[in-house]
């Protein structure tokens, strides 16, 4: 459920330009240097309407940043750590369909985030996935995957860092492959990589 359902459509609606404005600014230029009058007039708002919603920009940002995050997290949380590899491929092929739409539906925002321009939130980003991956990795050996030799937080972080470079240069290109190809590869890998953990069976994307 959205958090703006119950609020006026016209509070929404300047919302989401105060959103897309800032947005589209630190899209071109470093955060730091955007300015609360930058964003209302990039949005067609005054300041004043500006002030009445938010504190400052950093305000602003974190509404935006909660807002994606949640999104992006009620998807990842959905994944079951299936020691069978048909069901487990199944499971992420849902996961990362919706996930790649979701990014794709949000792309400047991911771009940016991805990209650093925003470190905090980056790294916010990082420690939270992080978390639910060791969460669901770790339930896989609860239920029955065998204990991996590789360290649980070192392939945690090796699968976030590959994951979020390929996704940033995917978006960087305009996504030239197309979404369906990018998620065929990462289901791919995904097959492989499962093996560390005990799932059972072999699987093959086609």
Not at 11 to 34: E, F, N, W
Not at 180 to 188: G, R, S
Request: hydrophobic share 40%; charged share 25%; net charge neutral.
């Amino acid at each position: 459920m959205s958090h703006y359902e119950y609020l006026d459509k016209s509070v929404v609606r300047t919302r989401l330009l105060l959103h897309a404005a800032i947005l589209d600014l630190i899209d071109d230029r470093p955060y730091a240097s955007v300015s609360v009058t930058d964003i209302t007039k990039k949005a067609g708002v005054n300041r004043v309407t500006f002030y009445s919603y938010y504190s400052s920009k950093a305000e602003l940002m974190e509404e935006i940043i909660e807002e994606k995050f949640n999104e992006y997290f009620s998807i990842v949380e959905c994944i079951e750590p299936l020691k069978d590899i048909d069901q487990l491929m199944a499971g992420l092929e849902i996961y990362f369909r919706k996930s790649l739409h979701h990014i794709s539906l949000n792309v400047k925002f991911y771009r940016i985030l991805l990209s650093g321009a925003l470190l905090e939130y980056k790294d916010q980003f990082e420690k939270r996935l992080h978390v639910c991956l060791k969460q669901i990795l770790r339930k896989a050996e609860i239920n029955g995957g065998k204990k991996s030799p590789v360290d649980l937080d070192f392939y945690i972080e090796w699968t976030i860092g590959g994951t979020i470079h390929i996704i940033h240069k995917w978006l960087a290109s305009g996504m030239s492959t197309s979404q369906e190809q990018f998620m065929k590869q990462m289901l791919l890998i995904s097959a492989v990589s499962s093996k560390l953990f005990g799932t059972s069976g072999d699987a093959f994307v086609t």
